[in-house]
């Protein structure tokens, strides 16, 4: 069983800076693609970026294209969201994701994709 706790949230003017971090415990991280999803009242979650388990391929949905990078750290467990030029519309929970798979990460883009999720963390973009 792995667990995912996500930290790194806040609130934070439009044009400025976040970096999420998720840390994972129970598993070998390095045989787990890894996946950040947002969330907002009233809405479906949304995936955001997924990374592949050696870090060697990465994917993001087109409205945060430029502006996030998904990064991990396989020795510190941790799989890193940095998010930059923030606007109001990203104003969301986020989530981190985590499944033991051989699929490549444009397979891996939905949430019924994984099968471990953390708690989440609020990150809020004033405007």
């Known amino acids: 069983q792995v667990q995912l706790v996500e930290s790194g949230g806040g609130l934070v003017q439009a044009g400025g800076s976040l970096r999420l971090s998720c840390v994972a415990s129970?598993?070998?991280?390095?045989?787990?693609?890894m996946g950040w999803f947002r969330q907002t009242p009233g809405k479906e979650r949304e995936f955001v970026a997924v990374?592949?388990?050696?870090?060697?391929?990465?994917d993001y949905v087109d409205s945060v294209k430029g502006r996030f990078t998904i990064s991990r750290d396989n020795v510190k467990n941790t799989v890193y969201l940095q998010m930059n030029s923030l606007k109001p519309e990203d104003t969301a929970v986020y989530y981190c994701?985590?499944?033991?798979?051989?699929?490549?990460?444009?397979?891996?883009?939905?949430?019924?994709?994984?099968?471990?999720w953390g708690r989440g963390t609020q990150v809020t973009v004033s405007s």
């Open positions: 994701a985590a499944r033991q798979t051989t699929q490549p990460v444009t397979r891996m883009t939905r949430t019924q994709d994984y099968d471990y």
């Open positions: 129970g598993g070998t991280f390095s045989t787990y693609v």
């Open positions: 990374i592949s388990r050696g870090a060697g391929s990465s």
